[in-house]
């Protein structure tokens, strides 16, 4: 069983950054690509990025991209989103979770393809 643990979360103002980790335990963290997702107040979950398991590839959704960059150490089991120029439409719950597979595809911005989920970080963005 792999457990995901998230922090980093809070409240900041717009334009401020914020850094979430995630946590895995287990011995296989740097076997599997990971990504972030969020679910906003009313909203479905909807991507945000992923990072194989080398970290050699990203993915990002559009409405993060070049704000936002996902990175990982698999020696400390860890990964990591910096969030830079924070938006109030990015409040949200932040996910991390375990894709089941090395690689990313295009199919990375699927919730269905991860396996592990944590328990969810509060970032919240004020104007």
């Known amino acids: 069983q792999v457990q995901l643990v998230e922090s980093g979360g809070g409240l900041v103002q717009a334009g401020d950054s914020l850094r979430l980790s995630c946590a895995a335990s287990?011995?296989?963290?740097?076997?599997?690509?990971m990504g972030w997702f969020r679910q906003a107040p009313g909203k479905e979950r909807e991507f945000v990025a992923a990072?194989?398991?080398?970290?050699?590839?990203?993915n990002y959704a559009d409405s993060v991209k070049g704000r936002f960059t996902i990175s990982r150490d698999n020696a400390k089991n860890t990964v990591y989103l910096q969030m830079n120029n924070l938006k109030p439409e990015d409040t949200a719950v932040y996910y991390c979770a375990r894709r089941s597979v090395a690689l990313l595809g295009t199919d990375s911005v699927g919730a269905s393809t991860y396996d592990y989920w944590g328990q969810g970080a509060q970032v919240t963005v004020s104007s």
């Open positions: 287990g011995r296989t963290f740097g076997s599997y690509a």
């Open positions: 990072i194989s398991y080398s970290g050699r590839s990203t």
